[in-house]
């Protein structure tokens, strides 16, 4: 399995590559004038959307810095007796990721998202490739795979966050 491995960890380097060229495009497509703009996600700014992907993006570079380091991750940000295990509980997670990020400004939280998925593909560069797709190799994660964590941060983007963004685009031009 290890060229097999080797092969996989080159596919997901790239992976965040390109998510990190998409994002970088989509920013610019945006542009700053309209990061304030509400309705990219219902009444979610641009600069909400980024907050929440940033939020959840956290909970990911946790667990990738806990593998790497080879301990158990430290708690996601949001309180304790939040799981994401239901979509209740996952809607009071967004809602105080949203408040959390309210004060916050549109050039922070964008310059937060560069520094965490620089530091998401750092990780996935440091940790062994047997290691991001062995299955029950974490007892934390249950059976899935850590690379299966990174790629499911990119693809929530893509398939929840991409097409609203697409339309509120159209919308405002």
Sequence with gaps: ??????????????????????????????????????????????????????????RT???????????????PPWPSHLDDDTDDEVDAINAWLYARAAR???EDVVAESRVQLARMRELAAAIPAQDLFTPDRYPWLGAHAIADVAIGSLSHFYEEHVPGIRVWLAESR
């Design 61 to 75: 570079l946790l667990r990738l810095e806990a593998t790497h380091e080879g301990r158990d991750p430290a708690p």
């Design 104 to 106: 916050r400004s549109s």
């Design 1 to 58: 399995m290890s060229d097999q491995a080797e092969k996989k960890k080159t596919d997901l380097l790239g992976r965040i590559d390109q998510f990190r060229a998409d994002w970088e495009a989509l920013l610019e497509e945006v542009g700053e004038a309209r990061f304030e703009r509400p309705g990219t996600a219902g009444d979610w700014t641009f600069r909400d959307v980024v907050a929440h992907l940033n939020g959840w993006r956290e």
